[in-house]
């Protein structure tokens, strides 16, 4: 196993659009007049801030741009989103400027029985350019793997149906994930291109966005639980394809709440931990 940590940063000053807020809300079928210039940003909404500007020349082959960071292929033509931890230390202000720090933390090789692969950590800090320390801090883990030779049939005997108090079905279209992906100014072809996911990469359909589904959980919290998370710890163990149901689920516990995402076929496909006030 090789480990390299990568100290280079880019920094960059954001604005947190209304206009870019109302299109989130939008994009969520929300009223849109209730966002405006000097509300609190709802927790999860500022993954548009992390939107990188990688240059079209650059982008990998899968047409990731990195969300603020190159991620070099490494000889890797695949990537995957393996999870994200976000903290939220304080608020962002609708229509205010934003400083955004933005690194490779790490990135780690290692040769598998199914061939060579990489974990790269990227992490991102929000801050507002009067204060000191951020509002936000969110780290993401990307997998690099090699071609797929897996096939593209997903027949699968539905599990046992989900069992739990509180939950939401969803059904992520082709608009959805096309408007995630606009706003976020992501460009990964697993979410775009469906002719590249299942010919390509060997996928049944278009991926729908580890970001997307994040933000689907943390504004069920939001809006069907009425909690304000304070942090939020994600895992991602399968895909999750457009136009195939996929049901969210929470949990309380002790100390905070256990979040799930079960694809069409009542299979665990996310986990995550999430603190609330």
């Keep these: 196993m090789q480990e390299n940590i990568l100290e280079s940063k880019k920094q960059s000053i954001e604005l947190c659009s209304p206009s870019m807020v109302r299109r989130v809300a939008a994009m969520l079928d929300l009223p849109t007049a209730s966002f405006f210039e000097?509300?609190?940003?709802?927790?999860?909404?500022?993954?548009?801030?992390?939107?990188?500007?990688?240059?079209?020349?650059?982008?990998?082959?899968?047409?990731f741009p990195g969300l603020g960071v190159s991620i070099p292929d490494l000889g890797l033509p695949r990537l995957l989103l393996g999870g994200r931890t976000v903290t939220y230390n304080g608020d962002i202000i609708i229509g205010y400027k934003i400083e955004k720090t933005s690194f490779i933390k790490s990135i780690i090789e290692k040769t598998t029985p199914s061939g060579p692969m990489a974990i790269v950590t990227l992490q991102h800090e929000l801050r507002t350019i009067t204060e000191s320390s951020p509002a936000i801090i969110e780290t993401q883990t990307y997998i690099l793997l090699g071609k797929n030779k897996?096939?593209?049939?997903?027949?699968?005997?539905?599990?046992?149906?989900?069992?739990?108090?509180?939950?939401?079905?969803?059904?992520?279209?082709?608009?959805?994930?096309?408007?995630?992906?606009?706003?976020?100014?992501?460009?990964?072809?697993?979410?775009?291109?469906?002719?590249?996911?299942?010919?390509?990469?060997?996928?049944?359909?278009?991926?729908?966005?580890?970001?997307?589904?994040?933000?689907?959980?943390?504004?069920?919290?939001?809006?069907?639980?009425?909690?304000e998370i304070l942090d939020l710890k994600v895992k991602h163990l399968a895909p999750l394809y457009c136009n195939r149901p996929m049901t969210l689920t929470a949990q309380k516990t002790e100390t905070g709440w256990n979040l799930a995402v079960y694809d069409d076929n009542n299979d665990l496909a996310v986990a995550a931990e999430t603190n609330v006030k």
Excluded: C
């Design 150 to 227: 897996a096939s593209n049939d997903t027949t699968k005997t539905l599990s046992q149906p989900i069992e739990s108090k509180y939950q939401q079905q969803i059904i992520p279209d082709e608009t959805l994930l096309f408007q995630y992906s606009a706003l976020g100014f992501n460009s990964h072809k697993i979410h775009l291109d469906r002719n590249y996911a299942q010919n390509i990469e060997g996928l049944p359909d278009l991926v729908v966005n580890g970001g997307l589904t994040t933000l689907l959980v943390t504004e069920f919290m939001r809006t069907h639980l009425k909690l």
């Design 38 to 63: 000097g509300n609190l940003l709802p927790k999860g909404w500022h993954f548009f801030m992390l939107a990188g500007e990688t240059p079209k020349s650059q982008l990998r082959q899968d047409g």
